[in-house]
Nanobody
Framework: HVQLVESGGGSVEAGGSLRISCVAS????????KAWFRQVPGKAREGVAA???????IYADSVKGRFTISKDNDRNTLYLQMNSLKLEDAATYYC???????????????????WGQGTQVTVS
């Protein structure tokens, strides 16, 4: 059974930091691309960051310089370190994996096939 399970969400003050995690089953974790998305009620899901098996990363402009995506292959775990959090970063964060396209990992929602259930991040 393919699973992605996020954890680490919570409440934090603006300017603070939080690290969220996503543990994946072996099959899900083996996917070439891994990414974080976020969604606020009433708005479309937004790609935040993606990383490929080689460690190359891309970020949404809104989080560049503040967020870092990383992975621990020994633990089948994907991380998102979030620093200098802003009120507008509050959302439900989802991890996702997918095959990518042409060896490239994007933050386009349709390119990802496996999704976690989400973890809530509140910024006040």
């Amino acid at each position: 059974h393919v699973q992605l399970v996020e954890s680490g969400g919570g409440s934090v003050e603006a300017g603070g930091s939080l690290r969220i995690s996503c543990v994946a089953s072996g099959f899900a974790y083996s996917s070439y691309c891994k990414a974080w998305f976020r969604q606020v009620p009433g708005k479309a899901r937004e790609g935040v960051a993606a990383i490929d098996n080689g460690g190359s990363r891309i970020y949404a402009d809104s989080v560049k310089g503040r967020f870092t995506i990383s992975k621990d292959n020994d633990r089948n775990t994907l991380y998102l370190q979030m620093n200098s959090l802003k009120l507008e970063d509050a959302a439900t964060y989802y991890c996702a994996t997918g095959p990518g396209s042409g060896g490239y990992c994007s933050t386009i929602e349709e390119k990802y096939v496996r999704w976690g259930q989400g973890t809530q991040v509140t910024v006040s």
